[in-house]
């Protein structure tokens, strides 16, 4: 017959037992669940980062084109009021139009040729230009393609002319194998109408190298890496695969489906292996994918599920060794322990033990502790690494969303229970000269400018959370003495970015449009209206900062 020792120490036994699978199972759970997420979310802020990079790019190529193009037609109507040309008004006209496009050409990056070809029906004598620096330093005159003498369905021939001309709007063109030049291009092209009428396109090809080395210089990981593919799934730019060639996970239906939104997530197997990779819709239709091996996203929470598993074990070992030395302090431990395990299964990482023995119940409950602080370490260091953008160190778009959702949830929680809204107001910066500076003295300066940009806005609102939500785009949420005190602070603001002005560096000449919305429960919805009023006020304050500095330009 077994002693009272043995009875009270065996069930206590298979109880320890027990409560350590569960804080095991939970701890690995929760580990698992927090590594998908993180990784989710580190592959989509790369996808995003990258995507505003090639955003921007491709935006630098279309403003220079729509520039020219603004130009050609305005030209056009200051040569003639009517839809006929003379050759002698098209010949001047071109030469103009030529003298701008070499400028705006030159300062390009990527661009390779320049041209405007005119439409056969228009002139007989004068059909254009075409500039070229393929293989060369300085763009060059190039004989003018023979429209006539190829099919128009000859894309990598004349398709620069037939599909901006069928569609009747400025297009992007997927990349093609360019016979003229022999190399591959993308190429934005703009029709030019007069009267009504069509005269012909202007447009440049950019080199695709250009485009390739942006992606193949990403690092994700050990061996993942970013591709591109056009709107149909062909491949663009990939490090394994073929220009043209069909992308494997385009093709996975609830990419097509998500990609209406900005980002979407999809696993698939390639070559073999399981990927999970994140991908975006770009301005021009083009997708953005970046890739990783699944095997090398999820090492991390595996081998904090091994040590876990291992923390486990090790408790086990010792709590059945010492349970049968100590059994009438363990009851009220235990209880403890459990409730803790149930709070730690919620997702409360704040739960703590404060049972200080020296048995073996004191151990298991410190080293509990210790589990739920490191998990804890962990789940604060992804997160913030999540939510912190990396140039500035301040808040990103991500905590900005998150931000405006726990707002909009403290709003909807005081209308239910009949309270006062929250106070707060929504502040809008945009910095005024960032791509001057990028392109006077390169990025690195320019990341400079948003350094200061940050930090004068940090400085002045203290109180209140500021975050980047774009590339030269900041807003802070005004809440408490920056509220109470936002006129004063406005005006310190101006005072700050004025002293700016007189620095020896311009990239330390910080320049920025801002516009402020106090939320108003009678008339905003949600924190978006007062955030919409805020931008609307930022850009009237942009329009009003560039008139006085085009003014002062003139006065000058």
């Not at 023995?357 to 502790?369: C, K, P, Q, S, W």
């Amino acid at each position: 017959m077994h002693s009272i020792r043995y009875r009270i120490a065996i069930p206590t036994v298979l109880a320890i037992i027990v409560s350590v699978l569960i804080i095991g199972l939970v701890g690995i759970i929760s580990i698992k669940d927090i590594g998908d997420r993180s990784s989710g979310e580190i592959l989509t802020l790369q996808c995003e980062r990258a995507a505003q990079e090639l955003d921007a790019y491709m935006n630098s190529v279309v403003q220079a084109v729509e520039t020219v193009s603004r130009y050609t037609e305005k030209d056009l109507n200051d040569v003639s009021d009517t839809a006929e040309l003379t050759d002698r008004q098209m010949h001047y006209h071109l030469i103009r139009v030529r003298d701008i496009f070499d400028t705006v050409a030159r300062n390009t990056r990527g661009a390779m040729t320049y041209y405007y070809r005119v439409a056969p029906e228009v002139s007989g004598q004068e059909q254009g230009f075409w500039y070229s620096k393929f293989e060369q330093e300085s763009f060059e005159a190039k004989t003018l393609t023979d429209l006539e003498a190829y099919d128009p369905d000859n894309v990598s021939r004349v398709g620069w002319y037939t599909i901006p001309k069928e569609r009747g709007k400025a297009s992007w063109l997927s990349p093609y194998f360019n016979e003229n030049l022999e190399a591959w291009m993308i190429s934005y092209v703009v029709p030019i109408y007069h009267e009504g009428e069509f005269i012909g396109v202007v447009g440049i090809d950019i080199d695709y190298e250009t485009l390739a080395s942006q992606l193949r210089t990403m690092v994700v990981l050990q061996n993942g890496y970013a591709f591109l593919t056009d709107e149909n799934g062909k491949i663009v730019y990939h490090p394994q695969k073929e220009i043209g060639s069909d992308s494997v996970a385009f093709h996975k239906q609830e990419v097509q489906n998500a990609l209406s939104e900005r980002v979407a997530l999809v696993d698939y197997q390639y070559e073999g292996e399981e990927k999970l990779a994140a991908a975006c819709a770009l301005s021009n239709e083009m997708r953005l994918y970046v890739t990783a091996p699944l095997s090398e996203i999820n090492a991390d929470w595996i081998r904090m599920v091994k040590i876990v598993l291992i923390s486990a074990v090790l408790i086990l070992l010792i709590f059945v060794t010492f349970s049968f030395l100590v059994t009438s302090r363990v009851t009220i431990p235990l209880r403890k322990l459990t409730e803790a395990a149930r709070q730690l299964d919620k997702g409360n990482y704040e739960v703590k033990l404060d049972y200080a023995g020296d048995d073996e119940v004191g151990i298991l409950t410190g080293t509990f502790n210790q589990l739920t602080g490191h998990l804890k370490e962990n789940f604060n260091d992804l997160s913030s690494r999540a939510y912190k953008d990396a140039l500035t160190n301040i808040r990103n778009k991500g905590a900005y969303d998150r931000f405006l959702l726990e707002l909009r949830e403290e709003i909807d929680q005081a209308a239910r229970d009949g309270m006062p809204a929250p106070e707060f107001a929504i502040c809008v910066f945009d910095c005024n000269d960032l791509k001057r500076i990028n392109d006077r003295y390169g990025h690195e300066k320019g990341d400079l400018y948003l350094k200061a940009s940050c930090d004068l806005i940090c400085r002045t609102y203290r109180h209140s959370p500021v975050f980047r939500i774009g590339g030269d785009e900041f807003v802070a949420i005004l809440q408490g003495p920056d509220l109470e005190e936002r006129e004063k602070q406005q005006n310190s603001f101006q005072q700050q970015m004025a002293a700016a002005g007189n620095a020896p560096d311009p990239w330390r000449r910080v320049s920025m449009a801002a516009g402020l919305a106090v939320y108003d429960p009678e008339s905003d919805t949600s924190p978006e209206d007062t955030f919409k009023r805020a931008d609307i006020l930022m850009y009237e304050n942009k329009r009003k900062m560039k008139n006085r500095k085009e003014q002062s330009d003139g006065i000058g």
